[in-house]
């Protein structure tokens, strides 16, 4: 629970960060000691941050992509520098499609939401970023807050629309699928995605 907590407090500053390419090598040379600005300048800005007055957490992720191996690097800081550190190597979660069609499954937890927005957040491309979504949501449930939050990954109003079209299906049961509107620009693209959600509401 209380992993939970802290994975959840890192949310709204992932959506607002920059992803990090990151070396094997340069992620070896972490040490303890070191300044935040040493080690940002090793590895780049993080994919997460939690920050509390005197302390913070960095989050990095890089190697493989959604299917296969990935690293991942957490760094724990107290007055602007490194106090400890966990580098693991890891087979990348299982995908959230079911083998099985028909009716939703249950709701995505916390955990695997993240480590699904950092997978998405972590694809070069919104190209990458649709085929992520795409071998990953069949079958599961999201909330609109979740969704928007996939959206938001995006770059232009034409790729998160058909983002929107792999969200949609996963969508049901949620009062609050029309917090997706928000994450486009243009009025043309918010009367297609409005039109989507409406038809996935019948």
């Known amino acids: 629970m209380k ?37 940002r300048h090793l590895l780049g ?12 957490c960095w989050h990095y992720q890089w190697g493989a992509d959604w299917h296969n191996r990935r690293r991942r690097l957490e760094l724990s800081f107290r007055d602007g520098r490194v106090v400890n550190f966990l580098l693991n190597e890891e087979l990348a979660v299982r995908p959230y499609a079911a083998e099985s069609s ?13 480590d699904l927005l950092l997978s998405v957040r972590a694809a070069a491309t919104d190209i990458n970023r649709l085929d ?3 071998h990953a949501l069949t079958n599961r449930r999201l909330s609109g ?7 938001r ?22 009062d609050d699928r029309d917090l997706l509107l ?9 009367s297609s995605a409005r039109q989507l959600l409406d038809a996935q509401r019948r």
Not at 29 to 38: H, I, L
Not at 104 to 112: A, W
């Open 3 to 39: 992993k939970m907590s802290f994975l959840l407090l890192g949310l709204p500053l992932l959506l607002g960060s920059c992803a990090a390419a990151v070396s094997n090598g340069s992620a070896d040379d972490v040490r303890v000691g070191m300044t935040e600005g040493q080690v």
């Open 45 to 56: 800005a993080p994919l997460a941050r939690t920050v509390t007055p005197d302390s913070a």
């Open 102 to 114: 028909g009716a939703l499954s249950s709701q995505v937890d916390d955990d695997d939401f993240l």
């Open 132 to 134: 992520v979504l795409g």
């Open 145 to 151: 807050r979740q969704g928007r939050a996939l959206l």
């Open 153 to 174: 990954q995006f770059s232009f109003d034409s790729d998160r629309l058909k983002a929107l079209s792999l969200i949609a299906p996963c969508l049901e049961g949620s």
């Open 182 to 190: 928000d994450t486009f620009t243009f009025s043309g693209y918010v």
